[in-house]
């Protein structure tokens, strides 16, 4: 059991699965009170053993704890079915449940007309991460930037913060995006493997020469991109016209279909491709195919 030290902000948490587990183990190592609710009780168990005050429901999370009230459940229904009838009257919800934008918005106006004030949250970071500064991990947050500066050395406690705006979707948007580019590049690496895997090829000693090329080829191309984006300039000093890459195309698909591999993951990027190419992108490299993605 740790001792609370004087001036420790306290922190409600509702949801105790592996990441809200983790996030109060984190307060509780830091010292901070924390109350912890969980619709299934068994769970709070452990860390009531270490400290924290386990409340019987959220309503009495709520209504016990101090600080900020922070949510960590399965997602927005679960928010909703968890403070149902909940007084929040002049208390600061910090939502770290994986949303959508949209939801986050309508969360937001939510909690206003309970008398609430909101920050929602996309975490970066999967459980283990928590509490590790080294390891890297964050929280976008977004909404009410008062409650932000207020609670901000108690919400750094866990994970690191990044603040995205006022507009209280932006930390979902930002957490997808962040996230649709990992899929992206899981897909990558699935059909970078999958070409060798019938080949007498050590898959362990691949893995450093895959991971060492995406290194090299994402954080460039992700600054690339957001310049021309910004500029609307896709053609000046191109290293890689479109037209050449498109051209290459047949290749990849080749070499998939002699190495027995599904091109699905493929196909649907070079479409993009060549449809660029027929409206007269030969010239750009590949950042102008972002617009084409825009219904």
């Known amino acids: 059991m740790t001792a609370n030290p004087p001036g420790k902000s306290p922190v409600t948490l509702l949801g105790l699965g592996a990441m809200g587990t983790a996030l109060a183990r984190a307060w509780l190592a830091a010292g901070h009170p924390l109350t912890v609710w969980n619709r299934t009780p068994g769970r709070a168990a452990p860390l009531a053993a270490e400290g924290a005050v386990a409340a019987a429901t959220a309503a009495g999370a709520v209504a016990a704890g101090g600080g900020p009230v922070v949510l960590c459940l399965l997602d927005d229904a679960s928010v909703g079915t968890a403070v149902d009838g909940v007084d929040l009257t002049g208390r600061d919800l910090v939502n ?70 006022e507009d209280a979707g932006f930390a979902a948007l930002h957490d997808v995006a962040l996230l649709s580019a990992m899929y992206g590049m899981f897909a990558g690496v699935a059909h970078a493997f999958a070409l060798i895997r019938r080949e007498d090829v050590d898959p362990v000693a691949f893995a450093p020469l895959l991971g060492e090329w995406i290194r090299a080829m994402a954080g460039p191309a992700a600054a690339e991109t957001g310049r ?19 051209a290459g195309t047949p290749t990849f698909l080749d070499t998939a279909a002699g190495q027995g591999v599904s091109p699905e993951l493929l196909r649907p990027y070079f479409a993009l491709m060549r449809r660029r190419l027929d409206t007269g992108g030969g010239e750009e490299g590949l950042t102008g195919l972002v617009d084409l993605l825009l219904g």
């Open 96 to 165: 770290l449940t994986t949303t959508t934008p949209a939801q986050a918005r309508a969360r937001a106006a939510w909690a206003a007309e309970r008398g609430a004030r909101y920050l929602d949250g996309g975490i970066m970071a999967v459980p283990p991460m928590v509490g590790v500064p080294q390891a890297g991990g964050y929280v976008f947050h977004s909404g009410s930037r008062e409650l932000f500066e207020e609670h901000r050395e108690t919400l750094a406690v866990p994970l690191g913060t990044v603040y995205v705006g």
């Open 228 to 246: 021309r984006l910004a500029s609307g300039d896709h053609t000046t000093d191109v290293a890689s016209r479109l037209a050449m890459q498109v």
